[in-house]
């Protein structure tokens, strides 16, 4: 089965801080994706990764970047963090025409 | 674009009862169409998926059929249980941007069960 894995399941940073999430898959799979989600919101998709050096963003890719120098790994980072940014961050894997397969979750807070 | 509407939660239930989320679509061509479920504290799971009309997904005694005539593919479970508390999502895979080798994945904003014994 495939797995996604986040570096932490909880994260407490400040504003103005660069902040990393990290975000790795073992199953070889093109896409990789980055979410936050938010009460009432849903999934709501800030960038995502087809291949390797490849990235586009998303709905909401304001104050993110991203970094997939490997296959299997697909970074986040907040720039400049901020207390709007305080969520939970969601990393997804999928091979092409199969579904998506989620990671536990980082639930970050920014004081 | 496309997009997923679901019914807003929460929607609280005996164990036992009959279960039904509503879910509607919006999408160009043929998408492929999915629920997912997340237990507190946890990432997303697939629970079933359904790739053409009329296809029927199923797992763990949750059904959705793929409804194209009425662009709705709505969850049941003739009988739930404690256990199946949690946030599930509707969500759909088009095939838009296939050229670069990616399937924009929507999702709708989720329904909270809860299931009291």
């Known amino acids: 089965d495939v797995k996604v894995t986040q570096s932490s399941r909880y994260l407490v940073k400040r504003t103005g801080e660069k902040v990393f999430l990290e975000c790795v898959q073992d199953?070889?799979?093109?896409?990789m994706f980055w979410y936050r989600q938010d009460p009432g919101l849903g999934l709501r998709l800030i960038y995502f990764?087809?291949?390797?050096?490849?990235?586009e963003k998303g709905d909401i890719p304001e104050g993110y970047s991203v970094s997939r120098e490997k296959k299997e790994r697909f970074s986040l980072i907040l720039e400049s963090a901020s207390t709007n940014q305080t969520s939970m961050y969601l990393c997804?894997?999928?091979?092409?025409?199969?579904?998506?397969?989620f990671g536990d979750g980082t639930r970050l807070s920014i004081l | 674009g496309n997009s997923v509407t679901q019914m807003e939660g929460p929607v609280t239930l005996s164990e036992e009862a009959f279960l039904t989320i509503n879910c509607t679509y919006t999408?160009?061509?043929?998408?492929?169409l999915f629920w997912y479920v997340q237990y507190p504290g946890e990432g997303l799971q697939l629970l079933l998926k359904?790739?053409?009309?009329?296809d029927k997904g199923s797992n763990k005694g949750f059904e959705a059929t793929y409804r194209k005539e009425t662009t709705s593919f709505h969850l049941e479970k003739g009988s739930v249980q404690v256990s199946d508390s949690a946030v599930y999502f509707c969500?759909?895979?088009?095939?838009?941007?296939?050229?670069?080798?990616?399937?924009?994945?929507?999702f709708g904003t989720g329904t909270k069960l809860q299931v009291i014994p």
């Open positions: 997804a894997a999928k091979r092409i025409f199969q579904p998506q397969h």
């Open positions: 199953m070889d799979h093109e896409n």
């Open positions: 990764s087809y291949d390797v050096k490849m990235k």
């Open positions: 999408a160009t061509g043929y998408p492929s």
């Open positions: 359904a790739t053409k009309a009329d």
């Open positions: 969500a759909l895979s088009d095939l838009g941007g296939l050229s670069g080798g990616y399937q924009k994945v929507t």
